[in-house]
């Protein structure tokens, strides 16, 4: 076995083990919630297992990216495994079980608004692109971590976090009011606009790994 192939099992491994922690108390917090709410359980349930496993999905992805090369990734290194390996791995764990977190959520969007399942596939590349751009934002929290110090990386995982679910919340409030009439507008009228976003968040996310593989290069890694 190489050692791309056990840093893959390493950190595939580690992030769907993570992954599944954080699902389980999502599902418990959502129960408590609508529990509480004391109307139609199911129909409450499934609206804030939307909401939560989206804003989930997004933090995840930030979370990641700081606490995986400041914590874990040294961790590796210091088994004698490659920077290169293990940052090829820890960077394709991520983006796989992340993009499935989003496209368990999405499904299960449409599944709890049918009135933008017509729309779907006109603003799948829109989301890739925006789901992109939480990569490379994730990616330069990292970078920065590792260069100024672990106190600036949680600064910005704060910041962000609290970025994601503020827009999560209100985002989902204002997108789904109406049965989805604002939604169905704006992805009737993305077309174009959802392709260039969807190049733009790769291309981003592509230079956010490059960043973070320049940047740990040569570093001292310290725990």
């Known amino acids: 076995m190489t050692g791309l192939e056990r840093n893959l099992k390493y950190w595939f491994f580690y992030i769907a083990k993570t992954m599944g ?3 389980l108390m999502i599902i418990g917090i959502c129960a408590f919630m609508s529990f509480v709410d004391g109307g139609n359980f199911m129909e409450v349930f499934a609206k804030n297992v939307v909401m939560y496993l ?7 992805i930030i979370a990641f990216g700081f606490t995986n090369i400041t914590t874990i990734f040294p961790v590796t290194v210091s088994f004698s495994s490659r920077r ?4 090829i791995a820890m960077n394709v764990a991520q983006h796989v079980f992340c993009l499935l ?5 999405f499904a299960c969007a449409v599944y709890v608004y049918p009135n933008i399942r017509p729309y779907v596939g006109a603003c799948i590349p829109a989301i890739i692109g925006a789901t992109c751009l939480l990569f490379f934002m994730g990616n330069i929290v990292a970078f920065l971590s590792d260069r100024f110090g672990r106190t600036l990386g949680m600064v910005l995982y704060i910041v962000f976090v ?11 409030a204002v997108l789904t009011r109406g049965e989805g009439a604002l939604f169905a507008a704006l992805v009737t009228n993305i077309n174009a606009l959802g392709v260039i976003v969807c190049a733009v968040g790769i291309l981003l996310d592509a230079l956010g790994i490059w960043l973070l593989a320049a940047g740990t290069k040569n570093k001292d890694i310290k725990f």
């Not at 989206?54 to 995840?60: K, L």
């Not at 290169?84 to 940052?87: E, H, I, K, P």
């Not at 609290?162 to 989902?172: E, K, M, N, R, T």
């Open 21 to 23: 922690l954080t699902y």
């Open 84 to 87: 290169s390996s293990s940052l």
């Open 162 to 172: 609290l970025a994601v679910s503020v827009g999560c919340v209100f985002g989902i």
């Open 101 to 105: 977190s989003f496209a368990f959520a």
């Open 54 to 60: 989206i804003m989930a999905s997004g933090m995840s």
